[in-house]
């Protein structure tokens, strides 16, 4: 029996659904990049006032510092490792709060350490101790530390954050792909074992990458599966997100 429910396979990703802890050790994978945004815990309580918006509204968020379920950094960090080839990057995204903890797993696990990558997302969270306006990156590496592509990029970088589809910590494509075009090469495998709606997995495949992601919603599975089709849209092709809705119905 296997460890996921179900896969789907479109084009060069591959799409599980299912716990990345069971899934991933089944694949016996050596990706050439991790590039994925975890789970992690958020500060309890903190819209008392009401006044925070989006993931934070009090009709989204209970306060419990949990938007998904959690995956400690310790248990899946000797996990992406395993599945990590010998001379590979990673960045795993990770909050102000989270990154000291985060770093000491990955690197107890085995990787090296770049730097701290910083995203500014152009938008800001509502707070009563100065507003958020940035998220962070943990930019990894396993084995002999290669030079990212485009040697000129900042640890910075200023994308606006727009939702394409409504899950809460959705990342912009355009900001993956930057990450993902800097540590591998056309064809190199990337890897996500927390897909979300898609966007790394996106991200890799209009960047002329394969890709294999993990989710355990079967809702964000599906969105993912769906934008991972319509990514793989050429024009003068009849390859659209009803190639994956034909897959589904064996036709």
Not at 125 to 135: A, D, F, K, L
Not at 168 to 181: C, N
Not at 235 to 250: D, I, M, N, R
Request: charged letters at 25%; one cysteine or more; aromatic letters at 10%.
């Amino acid at each position: 029996m296997t460890p996921w429910q179900k896969k789907v396979v479109i084009g060069d990703c591959t799409l599980y659904l299912g716990d990345m802890r069971q899934v991933l050790p089944a694949l016996n994978l050596r990706a050439n990049m991790t590039m994925s945004d975890p789970p992690y815990r958020i500060v309890r309580g903190g819209n008392s006032t009401g006044e925070m918006g989006g993931c934070f509204s009090r009709d989204r968020y209970s306060g419990n510092g949990e938007l998904f379920p959690i995956v400690e950094w310790a248990d899946m960090a000797p996990l992406i490792y395993a599945a990590s080839a010998e001379s590979s990057d990673a960045v795993i995204m990770t909050s102000d709060r989270e990154e000291c903890a985060a770093r000491m797993a990955f690197e107890e696990s085995g990787f090296g350490f770049h730097r701290l990558l910083v995203w500014d997302k152009a938008t800001v969270t509502p707070n009563r101790w100065y507003m958020p306006n940035c998220e962070f990156g943990l930019y990894l590496y396993r084995g002999r530390a290669r030079r990212i592509t485009d040697c000129s990029s900042k640890a910075l970088i200023r994308v606006p954050h727009r939702d394409v589809t409504d899950h809460p910590t959705e990342k912009p494509t355009a900001l993956l792909q930057h990450w993902i075009r800097n540590s591998t090469e056309p064809g190199d495998l990337v890897l996500d074992p927390f897909a979300g709606s898609g966007s790394s997995c996106v991200a890799a495949i209009k960047a002329g990458r394969r890709a294999v992601g993990i989710e355990l919603d079967p809702k964000w599975f599906e969105v993912a599966c769906e934008r991972v089709a319509a990514a793989r849209y050429v024009p003068g092709l009849e390859l659209t997100v009803s190639a994956y809705e034909q897959q589904e119905l064996g036709l």
